[in-house]
């Protein structure tokens, strides 16, 4: 019986088996909306500065990246990446430069990102 896999009903009626919760199901991290409005809100402000030109997302079972360019070059120029398996300990936000080095890192996607924004300056 602790074994049975459930049964559910979908919209058309139709039955389909869901695995069970012991059994291995690759789960993709994302971004959710909020997240992904604020590092877009960035990322237009840069554009419109003519810093960045290019990004790719990329979302595994393992961690959520925002990939930044500069240039269509082969390497990102920044990555945002959301790793929740660092959530407990140093946070699961960090910015990282492109040589490796983690700019940021933490338990909050604004103060992460504060890191990228451009300091504004004088008339």
Same mark, same amino acid.
């Given at each position: 019986?602790?074994?049975?896999?459930?049964?559910?009903?979908?919209?058309?009626?139709?039955?389909? &088996?869901?695995?069970? !919760?012991?059994?291995?199901?690759?789960?993709? $991290?994302?971004? +959710?909306? %909020?997240?992904?409005? /604020?590092?877009?809100?960035?990322?237009?402000?840069?554009?419109?500065?003519?810093?960045?030109?290019?990004?790719?997302?990329?979302?595994?079972?393992?961690?959520?990246?925002?990939? &930044?360019?500069?240039? !269509?070059?082969?390497?990102?120029?920044?990555? $945002?990446?959301? +790793?929740? %398996?660092?959530?407990? /300990?140093?946070?699961?936000?960090?910015?990282?430069?492109?040589?490796?080095?983690?700019?940021?890192?933490?338990?909050?996607?604004?103060?992460?990102?504060?890191?990228?924004?451009?300091?504004?300056?004088?008339?």
């Amino acid at each position: 019986m602790g074994d049975a896999e459930p049964i559910i009903l979908s919209r058309r009626g139709a039955v389909s &088996v869901q695995p069970a !919760a012991s059994s291995p199901v690759p789960l993709k $991290i994302t971004f +959710d909306r %909020r997240e992904l409005d /604020r590092i877009l809100d960035l990322y237009g402000r840069m554009v419109a500065q003519g810093e960045w030109r290019d990004y790719a997302i990329d979302f595994t079972r393992d961690k959520a990246v925002f990939a &930044v360019y500069r240039r !269509a070059m082969d390497m990102p120029l920044y990555r $945002i990446e959301k +790793d929740p %398996r660092l959530a407990r /300990r140093q946070g699961m936000y960090a910015v990282i430069s492109q040589t490796g080095h983690i700019l940021k890192r933490g338990h909050e996607l604004p103060r992460v990102l504060a890191v990228l924004e451009k300091p504004l300056r004088g008339i």
